[in-house]
């Protein structure tokens, strides 16, 4: 094995299970974590050694590629702009000018009135192009100028153009009116933008890797339904999960529809990324997505919380914890509530899961009123008392935050049970659980949870009639499992 191998190369052992894995892990250098929005990268390898081996090899050049970008960004260097966006600069350039792109300019003939407005507007075009031109210096054997630049050749190009067309888009041109519509719509936190830039990146980046070529050389009109299968079978071929396929198809998509939907030459074209095969159904063996996380036992939710409250060296960690398991509420959504979130004095405590500046909400759903019932309600009346700002939890409400409260809070969950599929995101399905031992319709559990209702569900009732429906079902529920 190699130096660099040895380096990155990291082997696992379980020995409740009984099992070896492998994955690449590289320490991001302390200058670039603000650029990749994270403190170290770890990537999956396998179980089987060789196969393991043989995958490091093309993770780490994928690595390399990424730090080095990412030390261009840091250094202000600038990729390349594609061929749209140069032409695009040209024809501000004419305009700046006074000369309209799209006017075919006309030639003198003997025949022609010298006051015609077309005539004129060749010869103010011819006036432009020859003091370009004399900026540089001549050839003395062809007496053609010599070093121009490559704007200014451009643009007398232009000049001297009949109705110039924009050039195809590409790949690159697709993912960068994606990224730019996305952030008009939306401005997102820095971290938030960044993982968007690198999921936008990750998708034409596969595509490319696919065919062989880069984003800025294939035009998104080229792809056919071959190549997109193609695609499909390079990322499967390089992702242990069928559904991470799907989930960088689904990118794939949307970057391509939203180019098909906006550019006007793409009008009618046909998204050949569209009608795929959906690799992660639970068929040929796949785990379903419902199964990919499992419920914590009731003796693991007691060695849990006895752990946490024994070694977590701060409160709101433990508070945290409490209010997860009391509510079925996400990570994210329990980190980023603000003081102001979180009613206690009322006869039906909640905390408003909302949409703010320092907290984006998965969906529509997602926004809601959670029921404080019980342990839930102590923990939330703690957390009031000891903010001291507008966050209820300051040390994890951040851009994220979350992802800094689950690592915290899964060290501790991995002293109890080493199952893979039970983390912090399994304490939503115990709660679900709680609700159908409750005899709680559907209705009221995607309400609680928030989940799509689907329906007149959507729209119709205001938010004390909900929070009502859902206090009653929660305390009715949780009552059962005492």
């Known amino acids: ?134 900026k540089y210096p001549t050839d003395p054997e062809t007496d053609y100028p010599v070093g121009v630049s490559a704007e200014d050749t451009r643009l007398v190009r232009m000049l001297y153009t009949s109705s110039p067309k924009f050039p195809a888009p590409t790949l690159e041109d697709a993912k960068k009116l994606y990224l730019k519509d996305r952030f008009a719509l939306n401005e997102p936190k820095p971290l938030e933008r960044k993982k968007d830039e690198q999921r936008a990146e990750r998708a034409v980046g596969y595509i490319a890797k696919a065919l062989t070529t880069t984003p800025d050389k294939i035009t998104v009109a080229s792809i056919t339904r071959e190549q997109a299968r193609k695609v499909q079978n390079f990322i499967r071929g390089g992702v242990g999960s069928k559904a991470t396929v799907d989930r960088y198809l689904n990118d794939i998509r949307a970057i391509i529809n939203h180019a098909i939907s906006e550019v006007t030459e793409l009008h009618g074209l046909t998204n050949h990324f569209t009608g795929l095969p959906v690799l992660g159904s639970g068929r040929g063996g796949e785990t379903l997505e419902r199964d990919k996380r499992k419920p914590f036992t009731k003796d693991e939710l007691l060695k849990i919380r006895q752990r946490i409250d024994a070694h977590a060296g701060r409160e709101d960690l433990k508070l945290i914890w409490r209010m997860l398991v009391g509510t079925g509420c996400r990570l994210a959504e329990v980190t980023g509530l603000r003081v102001a979130d979180v009613v206690v004095d009322t006869d039906m405590p909640y905390v408003e899961v909302e949409w703010h500046e320092e907290r984006r909400i998965k969906t529509t759903p997602s926004r809601r009123r959670v029921p404080l019932i019980g342990d839930a309600l102590s923990a939330a009346k703690a957390a009031v008392g000891l903010s001291d700002g507008p966050m209820l939890f300051p040390r994890y409400g951040r851009a994220g935050g979350s992802t800094s409260a689950s690592a915290a809070l899964m060290k501790h969950v991995r002293i109890v049970t080493d199952d893979r599929k039970k983390v912090v995101h399994s304490l939503r399905h115990n709660m679900k659980d709680t609700l159908r031992r409750g005899d709680v319709d559907r209705d009221k559990q995607n309400l609680i949870l928030g989940h799509t209702l689907g329906g007149d569900g959507e729209t119709y009732g205001g938010p004390e009639g909900r929070l009502e429906e859902a206090t009653r079902a929660m305390r009715m529920a949780i009552l059962r499992e005492a």
């Open 1 to 134: 094995m190699s130096k660099v191998i040895v380096e990155y190369w990291q082997e696992r052992k379980s020995k409740k299970l009984g099992s070896t894995t492998y994955r690449y892990r590289r320490l991001v250098e302390r200058e670039l974590r603000p650029v990749l929005g994270k403190g170290e990268i770890t990537i999956a390898l396998g179980k089987v050694k060789d196969e393991a081996l043989a995958k490091y090899r093309r993770v780490h050049r994928e690595v390399e590629q990424t730090f080095a970008a990412a030390w261009d960004e840091l250094r202000g260097i600038k990729k390349p702009k594609t061929a749209r966006d140069l032409f695009q600069e040209t024809v501000e350039r004419m305009k700046a000018l006074g000369f309209n792109p799209y006017r075919e300019p006309t030639e003198i003939d003997g025949d022609e009135d010298e006051d015609d407005h077309g005539v004129q507007d060749w010869i103010e075009r011819s006036v432009v192009a020859e003091g370009i031109a004399a």
